[in-house]
């Protein structure tokens, strides 16, 4: 084969928000797939908060991407050449792929996905990843009863946006936190959300005061900082906190600010749990069976906000910390 | 009856430390107790850190002390008059009877304790809110398994002082952080924990890591502020913090500081709950069961800081805040 791969490999780690100069564009001859490989194409990119933190130096549930590594990226493509039985050319697969136009993955850590069910970047969005991330996280940890009001933060990106449909399929009251009158529009209109909150707009807590006048059930939280101290302030009696994410204090200098607001726990007996997607590994099949079931019933809608060009990865990736992106950013890759 | 009955009622809202002009002395005449009621004669004070978020105006799990009003307390005393079936003189009894010499209150508010089984001041500590704080808070909450490792701060005070040796009775190891030679060498060599930091002495996170090499399951914090930071950074897999209190805190001038380290929940799949001893109101016969059981057994040590002297009543709440006390503190009256 005499096609080039091209990649973005970390060149430093940022300080803040990610700068063009803590990357580097290399391109290399794609490779052949060794015994057990599969080599693919990728065709689209997952964007993800998470990776900002995967580029940290230090102790996480995950090692930090190297510097000179290959970025670290979740995504979709078709499988070009296999030499593992499990897959054959023409196959679409999902897998940690990485930032680059090919790669050559052990055919063990991909996943075969059917195109005909939905469409290929749904696979990285309502069934992937940020569908499974809403599903445990807010079923396991959140555990809402009928009648209960969950508030979710980021409720127009790809966590969030799930969250509250879930929450509204187990009968709770789902309030959304977004930023900005067309992302509010969006999960009311489109998601089927009770309400929404523009935290752009003004004052939050008596937004969230009105809304949920007998306190939040449980508080599903991407996003940290003065919006999760807020939510803290209105919780209800033996409340469940849900820490998915903390996307404003991801590209902070300064130390991470806490929640202020913690003691609320103690005056309600509530709690606060963190999670992450691959704490439920092992239960993947359940919550996909599930939300495929409701995809496929209608009962589900699955928004990806699709952006183009390999490229154009750098500044497609800052979208996430500008609130840029309403559902699931993914980049179609050339 | 002639008596007089001195009284510490507040005066105003204390900013940081309680001050002398935030007490008013008053004295009045001694009432007589109405139907159903009781008079009783204030033997010991319990001297808590949850008094000083009472004397806060604002939201709570339980409504300010108003100003002008007898400051709210925990206390042990004598009854001398009865207008209840359940008491007679002679009789003595625990309850929210308020910093004051005499107090008359409901009988059915009041609890009967038996002095031949435990001294009375024990009612006010292992038997008491602190005990009951200490054994639901760590084992409802908390749920340490045998092996387990539980480190608890403030482990010199009333409620820390139980947990660690509560979980030492369930089989976990027990390790205590407190301030000072003093009381690290008191809750290893009396109280039978494993070990002891000083937080006072160097680098709390250096010591945390020797003693928990494999990670905290169990982390009790009733101090808040940095040393919770530290706790969360050492959290292990599937880890429960409880939030029993934030003592650094109460007297902040400031915004309480949140924990900067409360993304550790997210990483370890941890979480933390917090609770106040009359969450547990309907099952304190429960504890109260099993403590004395322990107590009698010789298996668990109460130790009570007794203090004298109604009218020291201001000064000696602020040993709590300064960490002088070393177990229960109580103020002995009259």
Same mark, same amino acid.
């Given at each position: ?7 973005? !490999? ?11 100069? $803590? ?8 490779? +052949? ?18 990776? !900002?933190?995967? #580029?940290?130096?230090? /102790? ?11 970025? !670290? ?19 679409? &697969? ?8 090919? @790669? ?24 992937? #990843? ?52 067309? %992302?509010?529009? *969006?999960?009311?209109? +489109? ?30 939280? =991407? &996003? ?9 302030? /209105? ?21 991470? %600010? ?9 005056? =309600? *007996?509530?709690? #606060? ?5 691959? $704490?439920?590994?092992? !239960? ?12 496929? @019933?209608?009962?589900?809608?699955? /928004?990806?906000? &699709?952006?183009?060009?390999?490229? =154009?990865?750098? +500044? ?5 910390? +500008? ?9 179609? &890759?050339?």
């Amino acid at each position: 084969m005499d096609a080039v791969n091209h990649q973005f !490999r970390l060149a430093a780690r940022p300080e803040g928000l990610p700068k063009e100069s $803590d990357w580097d564009r290399t391109e290399e001859p794609v490779g +052949e797939p060794g015994e057990g490989e599969v080599l693919v194409k990728t065709l689209y990119l997952s964007l993800d908060p998470a990776m !900002r933190g995967w #580029m940290n130096e230090g /102790r996480s549930y995950i090692p930090p991407v190297g510097i000179g590594e290959v970025m !670290r990226a979740l995504a979709a493509g078709e499988v070009v050449a296999s030499n593992h039985s499990g897959f054959a050319p023409g196959d679409h &697969v999902t897998g940690l792929l990485g930032v680059q136009e090919y @790669a050559i993955a052990s055919g063990d850590a991909l996943m075969k996905v059917d195109t005909d069910l939905a469409p290929l970047p749904v696979y990285l969005s309502t069934l992937g #990843m940020p569908g499974m991330t809403a599903y445990f996280g807010l079923l396991d940890i959140g555990r809402p009863a009928a009648g209960e009001t969950v508030v979710v933060s980021g409720a127009a990106g790809a966590v969030g946006g799930l969250v509250g449909q879930i929450a509204k399929l187990k009968g709770a009251r789902a309030i959304g936190i977004a930023g900005g009158e067309d %992302k509010c529009r *969006h999960i009311v209109d +489109e998601l089927g959300f009770d309400a929404a909150i523009d935290y752009k707009a003004g004052d939050l807590d008596a937004a969230l005061g009105e809304h949920c006048p007998d306190g939040i059930d449980v508080y599903f939280d =991407n &996003v940290g900082g003065e919006i999760l101290d807020a939510a803290l302030a /209105r919780l209800g009696r033996n409340a469940r906190v849900v820490i998915c994410g903390a996307i404003s204090q991801y590209n902070a200098s300064a130390a991470m %600010k806490g929640p202020s607001n913690y003691m609320s726990l103690l005056v =309600n *007996h509530a709690s #606060m749990t963190g999670f992450v997607f691959s $704490d439920y590994l092992d !239960r993947l099949g359940e919550g996909a069976q599930d939300m495929a079931g409701w995809l496929a @019933a209608g009962d589900l809608k699955s /928004r990806e906000d &699709v952006a183009e060009g390999f490229d =154009n990865f750098p +500044e497609t990736l800052l979208r996430l910390f +500008e609130g840029a992106n309403t559902g699931k950013l993914v980049l179609a &890759v050339g």
